[in-house]
């Protein structure tokens, strides 16, 4: 990372800034092709300074297709705080974009398991309604596609520089 000073080191404040975003981006190898798409997800932790995110779907579709094939992605998430403007001593104006981000790798698996599925997918949609799920018709959990990813080479990156979950803005969230 060229500016180290906005790199984040601290897990902590990775894992805080990560499970209190609503959504994030994947890029996806359709061969040889880039291929993004944002998708909402459920995070946990994960073993040795992971995370596990779940993501669910159609069962059939382009990300399904590309999915089976090559399972290798790249996930990333951003808060965008907007712009500022700065006026450096002088008067010369410049702009900044005020953001935390986080990215990391893995491969995606597909989870079949039924109640692992409705676990996933009651927990994903108890992150954003405020009466929660307490099941799911079976009907819903066989026709959606419910995906793993332990994310490994987690960065985080911010501006301006923050220090600690604090800094990064996630203490209200309750995701």
Sequence with gaps: ???????????????AILSSLPAGHLALNDAGKPY???MN????????????LYFH???????????????????????????????????MRSVTNLYVSVAGEGMMEQICEPEEKRRILIALANRF????FESLPDAVVEMTAVWK????????KSNPP?????????????A
């Design 36 to 38: 993004g798409v944002t």
């Design 41 to 52: 997800y459920l995070a946990e932790p994960g073993p040795d300074g992971s995370a596990v």
């Design 149 to 156: 990813l332990v994310l490994k080479n987690l960065t985080g």
């Design 1 to 15: 990372m060229r500016r180290t000073d906005r790199e984040i080191k601290d897990p902590n404040t990775i894992w």
């Design 57 to 91: 779907g159609a069962k059939e579709g382009r990300k399904a297709d590309i999915l089976a094939r090559d399972p290798h992605v790249y996930f990333f998430a951003e808060r965008d705080d907007g712009a500022k403007e700065i006026v450096r001593p002088g008067g």
């Design 162 to 174: 923050c220090r600690d979950a604090h800094d990064a803005g996630t203490e209200k969230s309750g």
């Design 129 to 132: 309604v405020e009466s929660p």
